[in-house]
C-alpha cells in the first residue's frame, strides 16, 4: 500500500517561499506518475506540477517559472520548491502519486493528507 506524507506547508507573506515535501513508502510502480495537486476553498482541485519516470515536467500555467518540482532517491521523496508566492497561491497541496499516463493525465491512484499553504498579502 502506499503511503504519502507531505510536510512543509505554513503562512507566509506574498512574495516569500516555502518548499513542500512528500515522503513516499510502498511505491513500487517502474513507470510512474508523481506530482502536487492544490484544492482551495470552493474551487476544484488543480494540478500544480507532475513529473514522470521518463523525466516529463508539466507545471500548471500559474506557476511556471516559480514553482520547481523535483524528486530524489526516484520514487522516495518528492519536493515543491515555491517562489514568489502570490495570495492566489494559497489552498491545501496534496502529494500524489500512480501509474503512468501521458503527460501524467490521468488520474493518481494514491494521495496524501494534503498540507496547508497560506499566503498574506
Known amino acids: 500500500q502506499v503511503q504519502l506524507q507531505e510536510s512543509g506547508g505554513g503562512s507566509v507573506q506574498s512574495g516569500g517561499s516555502l518548499r513542500l515535501s512528500c515522503a513516499a513508502a510502498g511505491f513500487d510502480y517502474s513507470r510512474y506518475c508523481m506530482g502536487w495537486f492544490r484544492q482551495a476553498p470552493g474551487k476544484e482541485r488543480e494540478r500544480v506540477a507532475t513529473l514522470s519516470s521518463y523525466g516529463g515536467v508539466k507545471y500548471a500555467d500559474a506557476v511556471k517559472g516559480r514553482f520547481t518540482i523535483s524528486q530524489v532517491n526516484a520514487k522516495n521523496t518528492l519536493y515543491l520548491q515555491m517562489n514568489s508566492l502570490k495570495p492566489e497561491d494559497s489552498a491545501m497541496y496534496y502529494c500524489?502519486?500512480?501509474?503512468?499516463?501521458?503527460?501524467?493525465?490521468?488520474?493518481?491512484?494514491?494521495w496524501g493528507k494534503g498540507t496547508q499553504v497560506t499566503v498574506s498579502s
Open positions: 500524489a502519486a500512480g501509474r503512468w499516463s501521458p503527460d501524467c493525465d490521468e488520474e493518481l491512484e494514491s
